[in-house]
């Protein structure tokens, strides 16, 4: 499916096409419409930076107990959560982040996990 916005509409928001793009993600996740994934596609973001988008806002990311379970099954045994604490200038809602690769999410986030 692709939706068109006129130029005329575009350039009378003063919106890039990626601000288009990642304000109507942000909707649908906050509608709970599709998944985040799913969301971070819309909005042509890696799924960490999409995350680091709704922090920006203020905006919680439903991650239930089911989801956590569902991760933690993929990776094939219980997944040790790193804690990202207020100390570290985290700015945003996000509490518990979990990826095999902290290296990485350090990078992305721009703090240093502690272990």
Not at 57 to 78: M, N, S
Request: hydrophobic share 40%; glycine share 6%.
């Amino acid at each position: 499916m692709t939706i068109e916005i006129s130029d005329e509409i575009v350039a009378t928001s003063h919106l890039t096409i990626e601000e288009i793009q990642l304000g109507l993600a942000i909707w649908l996740f906050q509608e709970k419409q599709i998944s985040l994934g799913k969301c971070a596609q819309v909005a042509g973001l890696h799924k960490m930076m999409f995350q680091k988008e709704l922090a920006k806002r203020k905006i919680p990311v439903h991650y239930t107990e089911e989801d956590f379970e569902r991760d933690a099954e993929a990776v094939g045994d219980t997944p040790s959560i790193p804690t990202i604490s207020e100390e570290k200038n985290w700015y945003g809602p996000m509490e518990l982040v979990y990826t095999k690769d902290l290296e990485a999410l350090e990078a992305i986030a721009g703090v240093k996990i502690q272990r």
